[in-house]
Every structure is written in C-alpha cells, then in structure tokens.
T-cell receptor
Framework: AQSVAQPEDQVNVAEGNPLTVKCTYS??????LFWYVQYPNRGLQFLLK??????LVKGSYGFEAEFNKSQTSFHLKKPSALVSDSALYFC?????????????FGKGTKLSVIP | ETGVTQTPRHLVMGMTNKKSLKCEQH?????MYWYKQSAKKPLELMFV???????ENNSVPSRFSPECPNSSHLFLHLHTLQPEDSALYLC???????????????FGPGTRLTVT
C-alpha cells in the first residue's frame, strides 16, 4: 500500500521569508509525486510534479520541490513567501507499478503567510 | 475556472431527497473522477471513469450513483444521504487515466453539500 504524510497541519511564515511545506511518502517502486494548492472555495490547482530526472522540480508561482529518495521526501519550497501564497497545500503520490494510476493525497497543510 | 465546471456550487438537502451533482470538462480529456473532501481528512477518491467506462469504485455506498454519458460530462446522483455525507465533492479530469504517463488532474471548484 502507498501512503503520503504531511506532518504539519499548519505552517506560519513571515512575508518575504523562505517557506517549506513537508511531505514524505511510502510506495513500492518508483514514485510519481505531485503538489497541489487549494484556495478558499476553490478546487485544487496543480503546482508541480516529479516523474524522473532532476531532483529539483520547478513549478508554478515560483514554487519548487526537492525529491529525496533516501529520505522518501518531496518538500515544497519557495525562496520568498507572499501573503497571496496563503492556502491549503496537498502532496499526492502515484505509484509506477502496473495498474497503479490512483492518486493518494496527504491530509493537507495550511500555509499562512503573515504580512 | 473554465476548464472544469461544477454545478451547483452549494446544495442543502434532506436525507430523503434525491439530487444530482453535475461536472463538465472543456479540456478534451478522456478520464474523469469524483472525490470527497471532508474536514481534517485526505481527499477520498470515489469513482474513476475512462472513456465513459467506470474503472474504479472505491467501496462507495450505493446511495451515491455516478453516471458518465460522454467524456465531457459526469454526474453524481444522490439519494437517501446521511449527515456524515456532508462534504465538498470535487470533480477532476485528466487526459487519460494514466497507467503510463502520470498526468496531473485538473479540478473543478467543487459542490459544498450539506445533508440535514
């Protein structure tokens, strides 16, 4: 069985400071990893994904994520946080085995950027 | 969002009512999904359709009945719901189900359902 953990329910960061939202995973075989963001009263929006190759993945709105196979982590980062980044962030995992196409989501991390 | 639309955005229904949620995608995708989002819980995948054929039903109670008349439209028919079914119901689509290439999914804004 595959699983995703987002160990922090909430992350607070001051505007202009770097932010990190943590994600760890468990899966047999190679993982496909995604980050989504959800603003209030909206659906999830895709930010970035890791399939293979470079461990540092760049995505929308200045976000990036670092894949670390040894630590089974895929943390979301941004060098300088904006108030408008305040939202709910979800990490998701898909296995690469035959027949595995379902996404498993973490519980989400609420990011609050303080002006 | 114009990619994936959902109606209604809000729905209040009694436990004896019958209602339907509608989803439409304008992206030319072949796969569509229903998810349930409850507070403090991960997103729960309910149903998956690929080219109008249901390929996944994750042990969802029969009071939820999906319908996919074509690759652009997806419905979720509701009847005899329980208060614990109150949640945000999200529709999503992707180019294919993606057993090979891991395509990202595109989500609608959701329908906020309250069962009284």
């Amino acid at each position: 069985a595959q699983s995703v953990a987002q160990p922090e329910d909430q992350v607070n960061v001051a505007e202009g400071n770097p932010l990190t939202v943590k994600c760890t995973y468990s899966v047999s075989g190679n993982p496909y990893l995604f980050w989504y963001v959800q603003y209030p009263n909206r659906g999830l929006q895709f930010l970035l994904k890791y399939i293979t190759g470079d461990n540092l993945v760049k995505g929308s709105y200045g976000f990036e994520a670092e894949f670390n196979k040894s630590q089974t982590s895929f943390h979301l980062k941004k060098p300088s946080a904006l108030v408008s980044d305040s939202a709910l962030y979800f990490c998701a995992l898909r296995g690469s085995g035959a027949g595995s196409y379902q996404l498993t989501f973490g519980k989400g991390t609420k990011l609050s950027v303080i002006p | 969002e114009t990619g994936v639309t959902q109606t209604p955005r809000h729905l209040v229904m009694g436990m004896t009512n019958k209602k339907s949620l509608k989803c439409e995608q304008h992206l030319g995708h072949n796969a569509m999904y229903w998810y349930k989002q409850s507070a403090k819980k991960p997103l729960e995948l309910m149903f998956v359709y690929s080219l109008e054929e249901r390929v996944e039903n994750n042990s969802v109670p029969s009071r939820f009945s999906p319908e996919c008349p074509n690759s652009s439209h997806l419905f979720l028919h509701l009847h005899t719901l329980q208060p614990e079914d109150s949640a945000l119901y999200l529709c999503a689509s992707s180019p294919t189900v993606g057993t090979g290439e891991p395509y990202e999914q595109y989500f609608g804004p959701g329908t906020r359902l309250t069962v009284t």
